[in-house]
C-alpha cells in the first residue's frame, strides 16, 4: 500500500512563490509515476505536472509551463513542485499522486493519493 503525503501549501500574493512536497512510502515498486493534480470545487481534477522515475522525464501543463519545476529526491522518495510566479488562477487544493510505471495526465489513472495541500494566491 503506497502512502502519499504532501506539505508546502500556503497563503502567497500573486507572483510569489511556493514549494510543495510529495512524500511517498510503501511502494515496492522501481518504476512508477507522481503526477500532481489541483482541483477547485466544482471543477474536474486538473493535471498540473508528471514525473518518471525511469529517466525522469517531466510533463507540464500549458498552464504552468515555464513558471512551475519539478524535481525528485531518489534516496527519500520524495518529489518536489516548485511554483514560481504564481497567479490568482493558480489557487486550488493540490494532490500528487502515485501509479505503477508510465505516466498519464489522467487523473482516473493514479491508485494512490495523498490527502491534498492548499494554495491560494491573492491578487
Known amino acids: 500500500q503506497v502512502q502519499l503525503e504532501e506539505s508546502g501549501g500556503g497563503s502567497v500574493q500573486a507572483g510569489g512563490s511556493l514549494r510543495l512536497s510529495c512524500a511517498a512510502s510503501?511502494?515496492?515498486?522501481?518504476?512508477?509515476?507522481v503526477g500532481w493534480f489541483r482541483q477547485v470545487p466544482g471543477k474536474e481534477r486538473e493535471g498540473v505536472a508528471t514525473?518518471?522515475?525511469?529517466?525522469?522525464?517531466?510533463f507540464y501543463a500549458n498552464s504552468v509551463m515555464g513558471r512551475f519545476t519539478l524535481s525528485r529526491d531518489a534516496a527519500n522518495n520524495k518529489v518536489f513542485l516548485q511554483m514560481n510566479r504564481l497567479k490568482p488562477e493558480d489557487s486550488a487544493m493540490y494532490y500528487c499522486a502515485f501509479r505503477p510505471f508510465g505516466c498519464t495526465n489522467a487523473h482516473q489513472m493514479y491508485s494512490y493519493w495523498g490527502q491534498g495541500t492548499r494554495v491560494t494566491v491573492s491578487s
Open positions: 514525473i518518471e522515475t525511469r529517466g525522469d522525464r517531466t
Open positions: 510503501g511502494s515496492t515498486y522501481r518504476d512508477y509515476c
